[in-house]
């Protein structure tokens, strides 16, 4: 009879466990929807644009918007803010009666879990605590008189509420940076509301200290892009946003930024949320992040941003308040031992399992397993494939040259499943990255994981990476069994490698060579490459315990294509006991999986402070931040609130 139990109780926990890993905020997902539902076409960011230029707009297309948002479906919160903008900004220019309509729309809307309501919206996510609480901060500004019809709360009772989780987010960028680090899809999700709440906020504090963030933002964006291509390791990235430049949600905020002729690329039209930071009256971009944007290097830049699961204890962040479910949530940790329990005890408090990203924890909410600790436990001996999902601390390296930038979060958590974290790229150009996966059975058919981790979406298991200068080094060790929920373990690696956007392909045996423009590249790995059958741009690896070499450099430097595939060919490598070694352009390169990484015989710590660069350099959790090139500086003291913009002076 025990065993029955048991067994009973480890299926229930299955499912249950199945439905946390649809928790991810995943532009795939956007909720329950009914088949009418699913027709709508939000067009608020269009309204916005046409106000913007003076032109005329037929009010009656936001019929869709006031519908999806009146429905609380699955990124209600992106198409709230240009209403906001809209009517800050163009109250004017709004016939009566949608000015009414919006009212309604922001008086009966949900702001944040604890608020009354069903739905299945993602609240959690980093970009979405930040869409939200500007939304709702604002709303409750410009109406502070009028009742919220779902709270019964008046508007100035919903700023105040608001301003709190304005307050936390923000710090908690300014200590730990972005949790979602590098996103080029989701940044563009932060600055709009940072926008928003520069422009129109009244209260200092939060302006202040809205723009100290955006400046750090801005300082990723010009430190991590090659030539314009805002394409680095990230936190959360999808197949479209890795491969190349044309799936970039930043690239009109680039062009913004450094102008449309800066990079030569073509023109990227603004299609979202991104026109309310392009169109901010507030925010001036710091001279020093434009000067940096520009440079092309060589540089090397190191940084480190987000939390490991095992430091939220120690900065007092483990817990169920609303500052320490911001950090846990927005790290998407919803079932690791140290937070499930804290997950579970939030969704019960707040009436959340109708939420279908989070109904799972239903099943889960057992008489077995409300024992403190049970559910911890249990998370730790079953070790589901769901706690890969956890968006943990990235030290990343990152290398610029004027032909190519390489970036790489150094030694992320080796061997764990993984979700959407991209952990290494080169980037080539506005065309082309290369970077190499562990593909992924994704863990359900649809729902928001539906497709990460996926075949090119993040890592079944992430490999142990590092970088120095121009050399890339990935240990990939595959086990034959699947962790719990994992549907199957693939028995090979793969790297992106386009035979049609490179030049002078090569597949030789374990090494494969090619050419972009002035660049020169090459992978090597431990067993034979080649293409997936009928594919010209997915280079397939067999085996579970693999390793897989990446080196760049330029025609100029190696004197043409056949000497470099001369020497990269003739360079010692060595593996063996969990250890890769690489010689190459007169360094040896030393690895072992989950241990330590050697250059030249010397130690080389991956664990870096918060900024390490020609640009800045401070601490984590800083006090201050100066930042400084071209002639230019800038210091940021966020709880002082100051923010000195100033030209270098020079030495006499």
Same mark, same amino acid.
């Given at each position: 009879?025990?065993?029955?139990?048991?067994?009973?109780?480890?299926?229930?926990?299955?499912?249950?466990?199945?439905?946390?890993?649809?928790?991810?905020?995943?532009?795939?997902?956007?909720?329950?929807?009914?088949?009418?539902?699913?027709?709508?076409?939000?067009?608020?960011?269009?309204?916005?644009?046409?106000?913007?230029?003076?032109?005329?707009?037929?009010?009656?297309?936001?019929?869709?918007?006031?519908?999806?948002?009146?429905?609380?479906?699955?990124?209600?919160?992106?198409?709230?803010?240009?209403?906001?903008?809209?009517?800050?900004?163009?109250?004017?220019?709004?016939?009566?009666?949608?000015?009414?309509?919006?009212?309604?729309?922001?008086?009966?809307?949900?702001?944040?879990?604890?608020?009354?309501?069903?739905?299945?919206?993602?609240?959690?996510?980093?970009?979405?605590?930040?869409?939200?609480?500007?939304?709702?901060?604002?709303?409750?500004?410009?109406?502070?008189?009028?009742?919220?019809?779902?709270?019964?709360?008046?508007?100035?009772?919903?700023?105040?509420?608001?301003?709190?989780?304005?307050?936390?987010?923000?710090?908690?960028?300014?200590?730990?940076?972005?949790?979602?680090?590098?996103?080029?899809?989701?940044?563009?999700?932060?600055?709009?509301?940072?926008?928003?709440?520069?422009?129109?906020?009244?209260?200092?504090?939060?302006?202040?200290?809205?723009?100290?963030?955006?400046?750090?933002?801005?300082?990723?964006?010009?430190?991590?892009?090659?030539?314009?291509?805002?394409?680095?390791?990230?936190?959360?990235?999808?197949?479209?946003?890795?491969?190349?430049?044309?799936?970039?949600?930043?690239?009109?905020?680039?062009?913004?930024?450094?102008?449309?002729?800066?990079?030569?690329?073509?023109?990227?039209?603004?299609?979202?949320?991104?026109?309310?930071?392009?169109?901010?009256?507030?925010?001036?971009?710091?001279?020093?992040?434009?000067?940096?944007?520009?440079?092309?290097?060589?540089?090397?830049?190191?940084?480190?941003?987000?939390?490991?699961?095992?430091?939220?204890?120690?900065?007092?962040?483990?817990?169920?308040?609303?500052?320490?479910?911001?950090?846990?949530?927005?790290?998407?940790?919803?079932?690791?031992?140290?937070?499930?329990?804290?997950?579970?005890?939030?969704?019960?408090?707040?009436?959340?399992?109708?939420?279908?990203?989070?109904?799972?924890?239903?099943?889960?909410?057992?008489?077995?397993?409300?024992?403190?600790?049970?559910?911890?436990?249990?998370?730790?001996?079953?070790?589901?494939?769901?706690?890969?999902?956890?968006?943990?601390?990235?030290?990343?390296?990152?290398?610029?040259?004027?032909?190519?930038?390489?970036?790489?979060?150094?030694?992320?958590?080796?061997?764990?499943?993984?979700?959407?974290?991209?952990?290494?790229?080169?980037?080539?150009?506005?065309?082309?990255?290369?970077?190499?996966?562990?593909?992924?059975?994704?863990?359900?058919?649809?729902?928001?994981?539906?497709?990460?981790?996926?075949?090119?979406?993040?890592?079944?298991?992430?490999?142990?990476?590092?970088?120095?200068?121009?050399?890339?080094?990935?240990?990939?060790?595959?086990?034959?069994?699947?962790?719990?929920?994992?549907?199957?373990?693939?028995?090979?690696?793969?790297?992106?490698?386009?035979?049609?956007?490179?030049?002078?392909?090569?597949?030789?045996?374990?090494?494969?060579?090619?050419?972009?423009?002035?660049?020169?590249?090459?992978?090597?790995?431990?067993?034979?490459?080649?293409?997936?059958?009928?594919?010209?741009?997915?280079?397939?690896?067999?085996?579970?315990?693999? %390793?897989?070499?990446?080196?760049?450099?330029?025609?100029?430097?190696?004197?043409?294509?056949?000497?470099?595939?001369?020497?990269?060919?003739?360079?010692?490598?060595?593996?063996?006991?969990?250890?890769?070694? %690489?010689?190459?352009?007169?360094?040896?390169?030393?690895?072992?999986?989950?241990?330590?990484?050697?250059?030249?015989?010397?130690?080389?710590?991956?664990?870096?402070?918060?900024?390490?660069?020609?640009?800045?350099?401070?601490?984590?959790?800083?006090?201050?931040?100066?930042?400084?090139?071209?002639?230019?500086?800038?210091?940021?003291?966020?709880?002082?609130?100051?923010?000195?913009?100033?030209?270098?002076?020079?030495?006499?």
């Amino acid at each position: 009879m025990k065993k029955f139990l048991f067994a009973a109780l480890i299926i229930t926990v299955a499912f249950g466990f199945l439905a946390i890993g649809d928790i991810g905020d995943n532009r795939a997902a956007a909720g329950e929807k009914t088949g009418s539902e699913k027709k709508l076409r939000p067009r608020s960011n269009e309204a916005l644009a046409a106000l913007q230029a003076g032109k005329q707009f037929d009010f009656s297309r936001l019929d869709d918007t006031h519908k999806f948002i009146a429905a609380r479906l699955d990124t209600s919160d992106f198409h709230l803010q240009s209403l906001i903008r809209i009517i800050y900004a163009h109250a004017d220019a709004l016939p009566p009666a949608e000015l009414g309509r919006i009212k309604k729309t922001f008086l009966n809307f949900k702001y944040w879990m604890d608020q009354p309501g069903r739905d299945s919206m993602c609240f959690w996510s980093e970009n979405h605590q930040i869409l939200f609480a500007a939304a709702e901060y604002l709303a409750g500004q410009y109406w502070p008189d009028e009742v919220f019809v779902n709270s019964g709360k008046k508007g100035a009772e919903h700023r105040d509420m608001a301003r709190k989780r304005i307050l936390i987010w923000l710090e908690q960028r300014w200590l730990y940076g972005f949790t979602e680090w590098y996103s080029n899809v989701y940044y563009v999700e932060d600055i709009a509301p940072l926008a928003n709440l520069i422009d129109f906020a009244r209260d200092k504090e939060i302006v202040d200290k809205a723009t100290i963030v955006m400046d750090l933002l801005l300082h990723d964006l010009a430190t991590q892009s090659h030539r314009g291509v805002f394409i680095s390791t990230s936190g959360r990235m999808y197949e479209g946003n890795k491969k190349s430049n044309d799936g970039n949600s930043m690239r009109s905020v680039i062009e913004h930024l450094w102008g449309k002729g800066a990079f030569g690329y073509k023109t990227s039209p603004h299609e979202g949320m991104d026109l309310n930071f392009i169109v901010c009256r507030n925010y001036k971009v710091p001279d020093v992040i434009k000067a940096i944007g520009l440079d092309e290097g060589p540089s090397i830049i190191k940084a480190s941003t987000g939390l490991n699961v095992s430091e939220l204890q120690g900065e007092e962040l483990l817990g169920r308040n609303n500052r320490q479910i911001m950090m846990q949530w927005a790290m998407e940790a919803f079932s690791n031992p140290e937070v499930i329990e804290n997950s579970l005890a939030y969704i019960k408090k707040n009436d959340m399992f109708s939420n279908t990203f989070v109904q799972g924890f239903k099943l889960v909410d057992t008489e077995a397993l409300r024992k403190p600790g049970a559910l911890s436990k249990l998370s730790k001996t079953l070790n589901p494939m769901t706690n890969g999902s956890a968006i943990q601390r990235a030290n990343t390296y990152t290398y610029r040259t004027p032909d190519y930038m390489i970036a790489t979060a150094q030694a992320y958590h080796p061997g764990t499943c993984g979700d959407q974290q991209h952990i290494w790229t080169a980037t080539l150009s506005e065309e082309v990255s290369l970077f190499t996966t562990h593909p992924s059975k994704p863990l359900s058919i649809g729902g928001s994981r539906g497709n990460s981790p996926g075949y090119w979406v993040g890592n079944g298991r992430i490999p142990h990476s590092v970088q120095h200068e121009n050399i890339v080094m990935n240990l990939y060790r595959i086990p034959e069994k699947p962790t719990f929920l994992e549907k199957e373990v693939l028995d090979f690696t793969h790297a992106y490698f386009p035979a049609d956007k490179l030049e002078d392909v090569k597949i030789d045996g374990r090494y494969a060579f090619a050419r972009h423009r002035r660049t020169l590249v090459a992978f090597i790995g431990r067993y034979p490459l080649s293409y997936a059958e009928g594919s010209r741009d997915d280079l397939i690896q067999p085996g579970r315990d693999s %390793y897989w070499i990446f080196e760049a450099s330029t025609m100029a430097k190696e004197g043409g294509m056949e000497a470099f595939m001369k020497r990269i060919r003739g360079n010692a490598i060595d593996y063996k006991d969990n250890a890769l070694q %690489y010689n190459s352009g007169g360094n040896s390169l030393r690895v072992m999986f989950g241990g330590i990484f050697l250059v030249n015989g010397g130690v080389v710590d991956t664990e870096y402070p918060r900024f390490d660069s020609p640009y800045a350099k401070c601490p984590r959790k800083p006090r201050t931040i100066r930042i400084a090139h071209g002639g230019h500086e800038l210091t940021l003291d966020f709880y002082g609130r100051k923010r000195e913009n100033s030209l270098l002076r020079k030495a006499k």
